[in-house]
């Protein structure tokens, strides 16, 4: 008789490998079914991790080439993208064998291999050696992550060598002369980045008019002009009507969203960035009775409950953000309610981040969105210009943007554009979790000199006034 497991997880990223360590720490005899070779999803394989190495080692290719002279340091550097591609690569592997090593050291059984669902109770594993297994268990957890989404109405022959995706776009061989990012959002500006600190001519295509579309619209906009300034260019507005293969490269043809004249742009390289998808493909969810919504999804309760008892689903193929941290958090979550505690998601308090130079952090509510939600609001703003340790670093581009009730001064959102934004924006997460106040933040003591000090600032601004400005 096959061994019965508590929980079996179908899909190893950030959702299911989080949600299966906890649920063994808490007790419970934890199987994770994995397709690809290594564990790790999405985000350790070809997301998160490659892009940060990439994001990590381009920047300092660009500060040596652009900013070191101003600091007296005098240096020629030369790219050898090979070693680069090395160091990713390194990166990668180092975490997700520490991903095999953490279930060794929490006695999960891991399983490479397709995972299906038979019926409540009951998953098999299809293995690459042509062999099957099937798993009982009292709950299974959906945790299968998204794939790239593609144009919507649009067919896109991705060869993966010049029509790519973000799989591909963090692997090229070479730096493309000219490179056309499809799509204005975070991994589009993010591997855009990478390819124009590397040397490459980047344009970046959006359909909305804006950057970034749910960010903050003052930060959107100061972020795409320090962008600009970086040599990528925009063309917002953009409806792109084909991404095709030319003689040499791609094209990708594009006519403005209020109508008028189309226009094509040549490249070497089209990087096709515009959203993920859930994934939910050969999974048996329909023979097993699970809803998806209408976008495609793992429909589920407040609990992670799908329709069907004892199966759960999380992260990227649920609703929400996509993002690694909330995959975490609601695997966390899982694991608890499974074990009889009471697990719970603040999704009024998990940020963003967008690992540019500089970052782009928020967490919380938009100006826009209080805006249209009618709740009176004061806004407190500090620039790094004023920040000494920003002086210091070469890094004064950017703000602090906090946003408080105009009658509590509870903090409803807090928006950072400026170097390492995306560590900072963790105090911020911290004082919305406890339910604090710009005052909170403005009394409590930030060492000198530091960055966090704007975020001080920035909340003096918002509940009473700035010190240093
Ligand atoms: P995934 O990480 O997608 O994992 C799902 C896993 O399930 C996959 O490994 C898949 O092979 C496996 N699977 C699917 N079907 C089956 C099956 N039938 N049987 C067995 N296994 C199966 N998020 C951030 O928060 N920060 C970032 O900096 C960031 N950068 C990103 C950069 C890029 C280029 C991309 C593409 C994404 C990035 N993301 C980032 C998003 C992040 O990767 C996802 O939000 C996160 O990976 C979602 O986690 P998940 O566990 O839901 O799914």
Not at 43 to 65: D, T
Not at 438 to 464: G, I, Q, W, Y
Request: aromatic share 6%; charged share 25%.
């Amino acid at each position: 008789m096959a061994d019965t497991y508590d929980l079996v997880v179908i899909g190893s990223g950030p959702g299911g490998y989080v949600c299966a360590i906890k649920a063994a720490q808490l007790g419970l005899k934890v199987a994770v079914v994995e397709k690809r070779k290594t564990y790790g999803g999405t985000c350790l394989n070809v997301g998160c991790i490659p892009s940060k190495a990439l994001l990590y080692a381009s920047e300092s290719f660009a500060e040596a080439s652009h900013s070191f002279a101003e600091m007296g340091i005098e240096v020629s550097p030369k790219l050898n993208l090979a070693t680069m591609m090395g160091h990713k690569d390194k990166t990668v592997k180092s975490n997700v064998d520490g991903i095999a090593y953490l279930f060794k050291k929490n006695k999960i059984t891991g399983l490479i291999g397709a995972g299906s669902i038979r019926s409540a109770g009951e998953v098999v594993v299809a293995k690459d050696d042509g062999s099957s297994e099937t798993l009982q268990t009292k709950a299974i957890c959906i945790a299968t992550g998204s794939e790239v989404a593609g144009i919507p109405g649009l067919k896109v022959e991705f060869d993966e060598t010049t029509i790519v995706s973000s799989d591909h776009a963090i692997a090229l061989p070479e730096v493309p002369k000219r490179l056309v990012v499809v799509g204005g959002g975070v991994i589009g500006l993010e591997l855009g980045s990478v390819w124009a600190r590397l040397g490459a001519q980047v344009t970046v295509v959006e359909y909305l008019d804006k950057i970034l579309g749910p960010m903050d619209g003052e930060v959107s906009t100061a972020f795409q002009k320090l962008l600009a300034k970086q040599g990528l260019s925009f063309k917002l507005g953009a409806k792109v009507t084909g991404v095709d293969k030319a003689e040499t490269g791609a094209k990708v043809t594009f006519e403005p969203v209020k109508g008028g004249e189309a226009e094509t742009l040549e490249a070497d390289v089209v990087l096709v960035a515009t959203g993920r998808k859930p994934y939910t493909e050969g999974l048996g969810l329909e023979a097993a009775g699970v809803k998806l919504d209408n976008r495609g999804r793992v429909e589920i309760d407040g609990h992670f409950k799908t329709n069907v008892d004892g199966i759960y689903a999380i992260g990227d193929v649920v609703k929400g953000a996509m993002l690694a941290h909330k995959a975490e958090d609601e695997g966390v979550a899982l694991a608890e309610i499974l074990a009889g505690q009471s697990g719970h998601v603040n999704y009024d308090a998990i940020p963003s981040v967008v690992y540019t130079a500089p970052e782009v952090a928020s967490v919380g509510k938009t100006e826009e969105e209080l805006k249209t939600a009618g709740i009176d609001y004061k806004v407190g703003k500090f620039p790094f210009m004023a920040n000494g340790r920003a002086r210091a670093m070469l890094q004064t581009d950017g703000f602090v943007k906090v946003l408080a009730d105009a009658k509590t001064d509870r903090v409803l959102g807090v928006h950072i554009l400026g170097a390492d934004a995306g560590d900072m924006i963790a105090e911020a997460a911290l004082l919305m979790e406890f339910g604090g106040a710009s005052e909170d933040l403005a009394r409590t003591s930030h060492a000198h000199p530091t960055l966090s000090e704007a975020m001080r600032e920035a909340a003096f601004a918002a509940f009473a006034k700035p010190i240093h400005i």
